[in-house]
């Protein structure tokens, strides 16, 4: 008998610059993303700055949301979602994210979503920032690391809360911010681009610069969680972080230590900021040991405190082991960072070990130490797919992943933990962020497009379509 109250949130997640497409379509400015060309497990994506006529670049049409949205909000709607986390693209609201007035066209399509989920009672939970900038604040402040785009941003969540103040109620400022703690974040999460630089997944790294730029960051989160309620009480604030669940290798004391230190950095260093409204203990030790030094303008500390979240919502697909012994590192992948294979799990084709229970042992971490409803964003197996000739997709693979990992969200509830929703990643395929292609796949429902674009964008129904169908509407109950 699994446990999900009566209101549980479930339902699915997209984001704008992966899913959208209509790149400069409508008044949209090119983002960050617009700029990331294709890629393949095998082969980093490339950062081109400019738009290079012989390259792709798959945010441009990504899953054509932006032309087809009516008919995928029919789809979740068919399967009986009570939420649909989603995006704002922050240059069709602002193109390069200096301008005074706002873009009407772009926010009047986010009128025509809202509009179109209230048909079919879907509650939106949107994401102000999800891995994309106006790519002007990029090339002219170098992103986050500028201060200048606190103003900017906040500018921009003005113009959407006092829009949507009466369509939309939960909001999550920034995706996985603590990205920034990780390399990988430079581009995709802070928008800084460092001199030699030329691909998204070696990026050249300053550590300096990267831990000012999150600075920047958390303090603007945390205003606008004081703006949001300004200007609507009513309005819900999560933080959203990637939580990297990482276990010691084995049971010698600096692997514990070793792990705790990355459980730290990883992810309490940003989720203590937001949910607590302070740094945690262990982050002086850290900068001085790191030679970083945060400039920090008197007010900030305020700021923090005064901008903490309503809710906790993070992503979780994979974990990994840490030790302390230099010659075993990376033996595995994972979202955003790897580690340490453990030998007691499998792993995805994208080589993301998969760990339901680690998704119940989270819970249980983070709902101890911060005590706020809990939300799982983003969950779910990037696959590859095939389409029948009869359009038929069989992904039991999916199912299987999905339906473990829901029993442990059971589990984590029995336990005693505060879980208010669930809405798996990409519920409708959409492009990766690490590897850009389309062939790596989460949906429910099937997007005929290949790597390169080719294809009829037409939509085609999983198995976990009609699988996903009858969890939601037994609420957990009819999962086998
Ligand atoms: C999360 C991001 O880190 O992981 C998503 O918020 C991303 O934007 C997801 O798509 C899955 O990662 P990937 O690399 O498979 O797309």
Redesign the pocket.
Known sequence: MLMFNENFLWGG?T?A??FEGAWNVGGKGPSTADVLTDGTHSSPRRITKQIEQDAYYPSHKASDFYHRYKEDIALMGEMGFKVYRMSIAWTRIFPTGIEDEPNEEGLAFYDNVFDELKKYNIEPLVTIS??EMPLYLSQKFNGWYSRKLIDFYLKYCKVIFERFKNKVKYWLPL??VN?GAYPFGNYISLGILNDGTENAIYQVDDVQKRYQALHNQLVAGAKVVKLAREINPDFKLGC?I?YMQSYPLTCHPKDALQCQKQMGIGNFYCADVVVRGKYPFFAKRYWEENGIHIVMEPEDEIALKEGTVDFFAF?Y?SSNCISHEEEKQNTTEG??VGGITNPYLTTSE?G?QIDAEGLRYALNELYARYQIPMMVV?N?L?SYDKLEEDGSIHDDYRIAYIKEHIKNMAEAIKDGVDLIGYTP??CID??????G?ME?R?GFVYVDSDNKGNGTFNRYKKDSFYWYKKVIASNGQNID
């Open positions: 997640a984001a610059n992966q999800h891995y995706n996985e990205c959203m990637a992503s697909y979202n955003i994208w993301w983003e779910g990037g990643w990409g959409l492009i990766s962020v690490s590897t292609e790596k989460y």
